[in-house]
């Protein structure tokens, strides 16, 4: 194993990510098919709230640790930094056991709040079982990530993003041939299909286990540390440390979660309000806050790569004093975020219509809500870069104040949003999405002010990066537009995908192509790496 620098372990865990996003997009296509629109529902249901959950049982340990592994390794402090990771795992297997023993015991409560006072919507108990189902794989899964975040603080990204690649490939294999098993084999009802697939979850991450365990195991030499050199730092000094790096986390995790859940919750109250029936609105409903983010994950694969390999190398130049390198290496990581994900969001919104045809078949709904949720996905997943720079400055309080503020914004404003545009004869399920993206910038603001005005950061290079691509734009929309209204194919999938292939690829190489002209990706990613990566795909 090689420790990884900024820019390329940003490359690294991009890529296997991405590769992650997209099987994670795809097998959707086969899946939903499977299991129709009422088990589309259901897994929506159950996947949100394990997510929530999920957050809640790892509690911002793993990040805690390869925040303070990464300190601890800058400072030299080796002993303190393996106990770290020993009393970590202790922490996080009270709290997985806790979160799974809850989610299990309280999943007809949590059924209830889902569909109160909704008539029509899917029965308590088949919300209940699925939660229930999901519920197990909160046994190993938190485990999975302290060991990434492990290694993430000793600048090894790779171990970490190949075993998300694994996770998801047994999870998708268990998820298609259990679910076909179940319904088509087997004939047992939706509900209990959805449940079999949710276990998908608990063996991915297993297969991921064993395989960090075995990678681990044959490295130990890079890990292992002197006995007899002991650090003055005691367990008890390092769990409270954890506990307290945590809260932020803790709260950022769980907002982006109640982010979903609240929006699921009140775009069915605020349809339902209007006149929709109990069916469009859960339908909807779950198009808004899992099938069309399910799209655009390749935007937030950009922001989880980015935050992969921020975290140890904004830590080693705050902890060193270095402000002016953690500025820059803040302005290259939002600079990268934009220059990648503005293109794809662009991409999506023109083509919607038919890219959610390919994955969910044609729908009056879908492709609406898709285009609004590439706006949504790149504000939310700028935001999440900026939350990751603040804890790495241990800026605890400004994270958390800036993600309530923004939290209580959305909450307050979806139905009011949804009832607005009703009257305004406007698409009223746009409400929810704009609530969002109204909360997310709010909260970005408070953070660029606040890092101007205490640490005396300058945003003019983000500002520079981001003109370049302006012209670029604008070309690459022109002909992706044209493209879209001379190429017909009608609803057959086949050729909607070749479609969106042709003008993907054309679209895509414009881009890059007039980037490359101006020097816009040379001012991002350096000319260095640039010429890396055209001499390694043979162009230069």
């Not at 296997?16 to 009422?38: Q, S």
């Not at 202790?90 to 999943?107: D, P, R």
């Not at 994270?399 to 009011?416: E, H, K, Q, R, W």
């Amino acid at each position: 194993m090689k420790k990884d620098s900024f820019l390329k372990g940003t490359l690294i865990a991009s890529i296997a990510i991405i590769i992650t996003k997209i099987l994670g997009v795809l097998y959707v296509i086969p899946f939903y098919k499977i299991i129709g629109e009422t088990g589309g529902v259901l897994y929506s249901y159950a996947y949100n709230i394990y997510n929530l959950f999920l957050n809640i049982s790892t509690a911002g340990i793993p990040i805690a640790i390869s925040m303070l592994i990464s300190e601890y390794v800058t400072l030299g402090k080796i002993d303190a930094k393996e106990r770290t990771f020993k009393v970590g795992k202790k922490i996080i297997l009270t709290f997985s056991v806790i979160s799974f023993l809850t989610l299990f015991i309280f999943s007809d409560s949590i059924a209830m709040f889902l569909v109160n006072g909704i008539e029509g919507a899917n029965k308590i108990k088949d919300i209940s079982l699925v939660i229930k189902a999901i519920s197990i794989s909160l046994i190993i899964t938190p485990y999975i990530s302290v060991l990434r975040g492990y290694l993430q603080g000793h600048k090894f990204i790779a171990p970490g993003s190949i075993s998300q690649v694994w996770e998801q490939v047994i999870r998708i294999a268990i998820i298609l041939i259990g679910s076909y098993l179940s319904i088509n084999v087997f004939n047992t009802s939706i509900p209990i299909g959805v449940s079999v697939a949710l276990l998908g979850a608990f063996f991915g991450a297993l297969g991921a286990y064993i395989y960090l365990k075995i990678k681990i195991n044959k490295n130990k030499q890079l890990f292992e540390t002197d006995e007899n050199k002991k650090d003055n730092i005691t367990n008890k000094e390092l769990g409270k440390k954890i506990i307290f790096y945590c809260i932020p986390l803790i709260i950022i995790s769980i907002t982006n979660d109640l982010y979903t859940i609240i929006d699921q919750k009140l775009i069915i109250k605020g349809l339902y309000i209007i006149g929709f029936s109990a069916d469009k609105c859960e339908l909807i409903s779950s198009i808004v806050c899992t099938w069309a983010p399910k799209i655009c994950m390749i935007i937030s694969a950009i922001s989880m790569g980015l935050i992969t390999s921020l975290i140890p190398h904004i830590i080693e130049s705050y902890t060193k004093k270095d402000y002016q390198s953690s500025n820059k290496i803040f302005n290259q990581a939002i600079s990268t975020m934009l220059l990648v994900a503005l293109p794809l969001v662009i991409g999506i919104m023109i083509l919607s219509k038919d890219v959610y045809t390919i994955f969910y078949g044609t729908s009056p709904y879908g492709g609406k809500i898709l285009a609004i949720s590439a706006i949504v996905c790149i504000v939310i997943s700028t935001l999440s870069v900026m939350n990751t720079a603040l804890q790495g400055f241990k800026k605890f309080k400004l994270v958390i104040i800036s993600t309530i503020v923004g939290l209580l914004l959305n909450a307050l404003l979806d139905i009011p949003m949804i009832l607005l545009l009703n009257k305004l004869n406007i698409t009223p399920y746009y409400g929810t999405s704009i609530a969002t993206i109204i909360g997310g910038l709010t909260s970005m603001t408070i953070i660029l002010i606040y890092l101007k005005k205490k640490l005396k950061f300058k945003y003019k290079e983000i500002l520079k990066n981001v003109s370049k691509t302006i012209i670029p734009l604008i070309i690459m929309t022109i002909i992706v537009i044209l493209l879209n209204m001379l190429i017909t194919t009608g609803t057959n999938k086949l050729l909607l995908i070749t479609k969106i292939g042709i003008i993907g690829i054309i679209g895509m190489i414009t881009y890059l192509l007039l980037m490359y002209k101006n020097k816009g990706l040379i001012q991002v990613f350096g000319e260095e790496q640039i010429n890396h990566i055209l001499k390694r795909i043979h162009i230069k």
